[in-house]
């Protein structure tokens, strides 16, 4: 079986066992959805979100959709991963210098990533039309913002939680200015976080009808001994609109730009009235695990009808077992 | 009035007088279009190329759609900058060990940019969509071809002739993967050619019609002693398709990323049947200038119609003086 490198032990770690007779990939939490809509005062539904282990609870960075429909980020606090209080204020970033940065029109889809002593949230910003930002915090009180690494119009950009041969590696999904009716994971490389180049296509689209209209990274990937495990999601276009579904790949462990298994079907697909019907219904967007070395346990984090977040549980066993025997 | 900057003499500069009379910025020559359709025989179409003064001649590399309408890139020789003759053979790229670099599947639009003692050739390449490629040339015999600087997809990439402040600059036009309806200005920075970051936006699509839908930069920048005088192409969208015009705009000297003056009017717009009618009627797309230090004459090449190439003529006076009188 395939080992989990550099993992950390989360003992508080949410957790359920799986249903008597259930066969799946993934199971949903029976206390879904997690996060309601009106969640603050300014915040009509949160989703697409991103939380952390953090002195012994957790702290997440979320996007909150304000009341005139505008994404922004707010940090949000959890004892247990389940129940989550977001704070009434949106995060500030300030430059390299620490001076304040001006606010950008929105924000969304935040991903944080662990990395070293430190953590990254990367998330799609405007600059003139989405692209992505990078900031660092060490605290999750002061954030420093990166110049954006990518041209518009990119979003989903996901940062490996360390560096490989010495360089930072960043998925991102290129896209348009709109509803992007295409979309395939590339690879980008960096040493300092602020040039970037050497791009590299990952994973195209599918012939598979679930991600046969776009595919894009999702949580921050999980180092494997031998691969990096990659949930994604993957798009169907129907004739009444985009149905958003959760999949996965594992890279090569030293070549990140090579997908070594590709599940052909998704792991999770949107089925439960909270997916089904909401804001954008039909969407479920995975955005953050928590992964618990001792057991193997998996909590992935999702968006659901761009209004609520879902939970839902594997093991590292169960989800790599299913994507190697379902692997193209 | 400005003065040009780092510029050469170019004798055997193409010219003919302004026509009594006439008082636009930019007149056409009386024999275009100089390259009509077949100019080799496996290229149906040649258009959106560059050249540059060789060896007291002309070499230029040129766009040339094939006989399966797919576009690849080809030299041109030329006595006068008006009669040219396309080699048979496509270039033949080299990584920068010298190893031939596989063909993609489509290369176009290049421009041309004298650099030291060298040549970039930077052009919209395949990398599982369109994007820009870099190349290194001093002979016109090695082309050595940099890793693709940006994601996909993007367009129009276009090199400034010199590092400025120690780095080296690149216009683009961010785009989708096909007939993008939007289109602005970016610029980014590197150090080596390989990493790029910095990205700030430099203008975007205009409020004039004739540039509302998208707006790119053309040939290679000229530099001012107050500016870098920068031709562009401008795009209205008809119910009946888009409209192409010419454009211009001039740069901040010292920071590339400010707009001094921006040209409110089209400079040329589609009138002759050659521009009207074609392949893609109504287009004319600003790819070249040939810029005489000592009498100022500006020699413009563009495609024309996505079939034939146009020359037109203008003097930095005239075009610096219709501009800044012309600024919004």
């Known amino acids: 079986m395939s080992k989990i490198i550099n993992g950390k032990n989360i003992k508080n770690i949410p957790w359920e066992e799986c249903p008597k007779g259930f066969e799946g990939p993934l199971w949903r939490y029976s206390g879904n959805p997690i996060v309601k809509r009106h969640p603050s005062k300014e915040v009509a539904r949160a989703f697409n979100s991103a939380l952390v282990p953090f002195n012994g609870e957790f702290i997440g960075v979320f996007r909150g959709d304000n009341l005139d429909d505008i994404p922004h980020l707010y940090l ?8 989550f209080e977001l704070e009434e204020e ?25 990395f070293e002593d ?33 041209l518009p119009y990119n979003r989903n950009g996901v940062l490996f939680p360390r560096k490989i041969n010495g360089n930072y590696y960043m998925l991102s ?34 012939y598979e009808w679930w991600c046969a209209l776009k595919i894009g990274a999702g949580p921050v990937p999980i180092e494997l001994d031998d691969g ?19 999949g996965a790949m594992i890279l090569d462990h030293d070549d990140v730009s090579k997908v070594k298994y590709r599940c052909k079907n998704f792991l999770l697909t949107p089925e439960m009235d909270y997916e089904t019907n909401g804001f954008v219904s039909n969407v479920i967007f995975p955005t953050c695990t928590l992964v618990d070395a001792e057991t193997g346990r998996i909590a992935l984090y999702y968006g659901a009808a761009d209004t609520y977040i879902g939970l839902a549980f594997t093991t590292v066993d169960r989800v790599v077992d299913y994507i190697k025997k379902n692997s193209r």
């Open 90 to 114: 949106r995060i500030q970033f300030v430059d390299q210098n620490g001076n304040p940065v001006k606010e950008t029109l929105y924000q969304y889809d935040p991903r944080v990533i662990p």
């Open 228 to 246: 990096w495990l990659v949930f994604t999601h993957g798009v169907n276009r129907t004739c009444n609109g985009y149905v958003y579904s959760i």
């Open 118 to 150: 430190k953590y990254f949230v990367v998330w799609c910003d405007e600059l003139n039309g989405p692209t992505i930002a990078i900031a660092e915090t060490k605290d999750f009180k002061t954030f420093k913002k990166y110049d954006n690494p990518f």
């Open 173 to 206: 999904r290129p896209s348009d200015s709109g509803h992007t009716a295409f979309g395939d994971i590339f690879l980008s490389e960096s040493k300092d976080l602020t040039y970037w180049g050497k791009h590299r296509v990952v994973a195209q689209k599918g």
């Open 76 to 83: 949000g606090h959890s004892k247990d991963g389940v129940h």
